[in-house]
Nanobody, 124 residues
Framework: QVQLVESGGGLVQAGDSLRLSCAAS????????MGWFRQAPGKEREIVAA????????YYADSVKGRFTISRDNAKNTVYLQMNSLKPQDTAVYYC?????????????????WGQGTQVTVSS
């Protein structure tokens, strides 16, 4: 089993920045991919960004390209999501996910472990 704990959410104003962290523990050697998803009220969960275990491959949703950056520190078993130029439409609960399958994954169904989520609220 893998446990994921997110931190770093909060209430900010439009244009501000936040950095989310996701610390993994347990059988971390089994993880191949990690990703960040978000879910706004009344909407489906959507991919925000994903990163391979090596960090060489990344994926970003079109809505966050150029504003968000995903990175990882394998020595700390931690993945980060740096969010800049935040917009009110970025308001959501952000979830960290870890997957054991090879290859970069963007579908939530291909992730095996999930964190509890952290709220990000961007006011206009």
């Amino acid at each position: 089993q893998v446990q994921l704990v997110e931190s770093g959410g909060g209430l900010v104003q439009a244009g501000d920045s936040l950095r989310l962290s996701c610390a993994a523990s347990g059988r971390t050697f089994s993880i191949h991919n990690m990703g960040w998803f978000r879910q706004a009220p009344g909407k489906e969960r959507e991919i925000v960004a994903a990163i391979s275990w090596s960090g060489r491959s990344t994926y970003y949703a079109d809505s966050v390209k150029g504003r968000f950056t995903i990175s990882r520190d394998n020595a700390k078993n931690t993945v980060y999501l740096q969010m800049n130029s935040l917009k009110p439409q970025d308001t959501a609960v952000y979830y960290c996910a870890a997957g054991v399958r090879n290859g970069l994954k963007v579908d939530s169904g291909e992730y095996d472990y999930w964190g509890q989520g952290t709220q990000v609220t961007v006011s206009s």
